[in-house]
C-alpha cells in the first residue's frame, strides 16, 4: 500500500466541503433540490440553481423507498453543478430506469462530502463507520465513492462496504490502493413534503407508538421505514410490543390506546396457555416466560401466571430469560431462579437483565460490581460508533437502551455516569427526523421512531419502546 506520508490527505478527494453548511446555506439547496424536483413533473418552469456552495455534489433520487438514480458532478459553477449531478441521477438507467407513473412522488438527497480520512483496508473494522461514513478509492480519473446511505440501503458492515467498493471500482488488488472514509452533509426535498409538527423527540417516538396500536388492541410489530409498509408479526412479538407498550405507558398521554393493547396482550397470553392457537406466540417455556414477563412490566395482569412458570428447570437454564422474570417480579421471583442468574455472571457478566432484577431486589455485591464493570465497558468510548453497545460489530439500538436502562438503577459513580451519557447520545442519533429523514424514507410512517441500528432501515416497536424508556 502506498505511504500515507506520500502525498497530502486532500489529494484524496477533489470537492470536498470546507466547512459545514450554514443553516441558510441548507435553506437554499433544499429550496433550489426542491425545485427541480418539480421541474422535472412538467418540464414547464426551470430555475437554475444558485451558487451557494462549493463543493461537489452528489444527488441521489428516491420514489416509494427505492434508489432510481446517484450521481456526482465536476465542474462549472457550483449551482450548474447541483442541476448536473441531479440530471444525471434522473437519467440513471443502473437502478432500472424511473417510470413516468413515479415522477410525482420523487425525493431527492444531494450529499456534500467532508471529512475526508484515509483508511487501511486491512484494518476497515477499527476505523470505519458504516451508516456515518462514505467509502472512497482514489482512481486515475477521479475518486470512485459509496455514500453513507448504501451502508443502510443494503445492511453492510464495515467489510461488506470495501467487497462493494472493489466491484464498483473494479479493483484486482485491493491492498494497493488509497482508500478514505467520509462523512457527508446532506439535504432532501420531496415532492409532497410531510406534514410538520411542533413536539420533542420523546413525544415524537410515543405517537409513533401509539400509531401502532390497531383497533381491535393488537400491536404491530415492526413498519418498514422506506415503504411505510407495516410488518404485522415477528420474533418474541408479544414480549417485544409489551416493551414498546411500556414506554408508551411510562411517557403518558396515550392512555386510551395503552388500555386497549394491554386487553389485547391478556387474552392472547390467556388463550395461548390455556392451549389456544395464538399467532406469533412462543412454545419454549424460557420463551413464554419471558414474554409473559415483558407483559408484567407493561402492567398485563398475568403475574399469577408467570409466578407458576418461575419455578420451572427450562426457565432457569435460560439466563436472559430468567433474568427478565426476576427483573419481572423483583423480591417475588423464586430464589433458585434468582441464584441461577447469579452464577451465571461468572462466566457472561455482560447481562443487562440480571442488572436490573438486582436493582429491583436492593442487591449488593462482588457479582454485581463485576456486571456493573460489564456494562460500562460495553458502552464504546471511541469511535467507530461511540456510545453504542460492543456487543455486535455494529451496535444495536435496542441493547444500547437496555444496557442504559440498567445502568440507571445503580450506583451513579463518575464512570457509569459517563456511560450512561454516551448511550444516550449514540440512541439519539438515530432517531428519524421530519426534517432531516433520509430521502429513501417514507416520514410519515418512520418520523418519531428508532432505526434498529445504523445500518438499518426496520423499525420495530421495541426497538423505540427500549429508545425511549431510557431516554426518560
Known amino acids: 500500500m502506498a505511504d500515507p506520508a506520500a502525498r497530502k490527505l486532500s489529494t484524496l478527494f477533489e470537492g470536498e466541503l470546507a466547512r459545514p453548511l450554514s443553516p441558510a446555506a441548507r435553506r437554499a439547496v433544499q429550496k433550489d433540490l426542491h425545485a427541480l424536483l418539480v421541474w422535472q413533473t412538467d418540464l414547464s418552469v426551470w430555475r437554475k440553481p444558485r451558487d451557494v456552495v462549493d463543493a461537489l455534489p452528489y444527488v441521489a433520487i428516491y420514489a416509494r423507498g427505492k434508489l432510481f438514480g446517484c450521481f456526482g458532478a465536476e465542474g462549472g459553477a457550483s449551482g450548474e453543478r447541483l442541476a448536473r449531478a441531479f440530471l444525471n441521477a434522473l437519467q440513471d438507467k443502473r437502478f432500472g430506469g424511473l417510470p413516468d407513473a413515479l415522477r410525482r412522488e420523487l425525493s431527492a438527497e444531494v450529499s456534500f462530502v467532508r471529512r475526508v480520512t484515509e483508511v487501511d483496508p486491512s484494518r476497515i473494522e477499527a476505523s470505519f463507520e458504516p451508516g456515518t461514513h462514505g467509502l472512497g478509492v482514489v482512481r486515475p480519473r477521479g475518486a470512485v465513492v459509496l455514500l453513507p446511505s448504501v451502508a443502510r440501503d443494503n445492511g453492510y458492515k464495515a467489510r461488506g462496504m470495501l467487497e462493494a467498493i472493489v466491484r464498483k471500482a473494479s479493483l484486482t488488488t485491493p491492498l494497493s490502493e488509497r482508500f478514505f472514509s467520509f462523512e457527508v452533509d446532506r439535504v432532501v426535498a420531496r415532492l409532497r413534503a410531510p406534514r410538520r409538527r411542533a413536539e420533542t423527540a420523546r413525544d415524537a417516538a410515543a405517537r409513533w407508538l401509539a400509531r401502532l396500536v390497531e383497533p381491535d388492541g393488537a400491536m404491530v410489530f415492526a413498519v418498514d421505514a422506506r415503504t411505510g409498509r407495516a410488518m404485522p408479526h415477528g420474533e418474541m412479538h408479544h414480549a417485544r410490543v409489551a416493551a414498546a407498550l411500556q414506554a408508551l405507558d411510562a411517557h403518558g398521554g396515550h392512555g386510551a390506546k395503552v388500555t386497549l393493547a394491554r386487553e389485547r396482550l391478556g387474552r392472547d397470553a390467556r388463550e395461548a396457555l390455556a392451549g389456544v392457537p395464538v399467532t406469533a406466540w412462543p412454545d419454549h417455556p424460557a420463551k413464554v416466560a419471558g414474554t409473559l414477563a415483558h407483559l408484567v412490566r407493561a402492567g398485563v395482569d398475568v403475574k399469577a401466571e408467570l409466578l407458576a412458570m418461575a419455578s420451572l428447570e427450562e426457565v432457569a437454564h435460560v439466563p436472559w430469560h430468567a433474568a427478565q422474570v426476576a427483573t419481572a417480579l423483583g423480591r417475588d421471583a423464586p430464589?433458585?431462579?434468582?441464584?441461577?442468574?447469579?452464577?451465571?455472571?461468572?462466566?457472561?457478566?455482560?447481562?443487562?437483565?440480571?442488572?436490573?432484577?438486582?436493582?429491583?431486589?436492593?442487591?449488593?455485591?462482588?457479582?454485581?460490581?463485576?456486571?456493573?464493570?460489564?456494562?460500562?465497558?460495553?458502552?464504546?468510548?471511541?469511535?467507530?460508533?461511540?456510545?453504542?453497545?460492543?456487543?455486535?460489530?455494529?451496535?444495536?439500538?435496542?441493547?444500547?437502551?437496555?444496557?442504559?436502562?440498567?445502568?440507571?438503577?445503580?450506583?451513579?459513580?463518575?464512570?457509569?455516569?459517563a456511560a450512561v451519557a454516551r448511550g444516550e447520545e449514540f440512541i439519539r442519533a438515530w432517531q428519524v427526523g421530519h426534517e432531516d429523514a433520509p430521502a429513501a424514507?417514507?416520514?410519515?410512517?418512520?418520523?418519531?421512531?428508532?432505526?434498529?441500528?445504523?445500518?438499518?432501515?426496520?423499525?420495530?416497536?421495541?426497538?423505540?419502546?427500549?429508545?425511549?424508556?431510557?431516554?426518560?
Open 441 to 472: 424514507f417514507d416520514v410519515d410512517s418512520a418520523a418519531g421512531a428508532f432505526l434498529g441500528s445504523p445500518i438499518s432501515s426496520g423499525l420495530r416497536a421495541d426497538v423505540t419502546g427500549h429508545a425511549l424508556l431510557a431516554l426518560s
Open 335 to 417: 430464589g433458585r431462579l434468582v441464584a441461577a442468574c447469579e452464577r451465571d455472571l461468572v462466566e457472561r457478566p455482560w447481562a443487562p437483565w440480571t442488572v436490573l432484577a438486582a436493582v429491583r431486589r436492593r442487591m449488593s455485591g462482588e457479582s454485581l460490581s463485576r456486571a456493573v464493570a460489564a456494562l460500562v465497558d460495553s458502552i464504546r468510548m471511541d469511535a467507530p460508533h461511540r456510545g453504542g453497545v460492543s456487543r455486535t460489530e455494529v451496535p444495536e439500538v435496542a441493547l444500547t437502551a437496555l444496557t442504559v436502562e440498567a445502568l440507571r438503577g445503580v450506583r451513579q459513580t463518575a464512570k457509569v455516569r
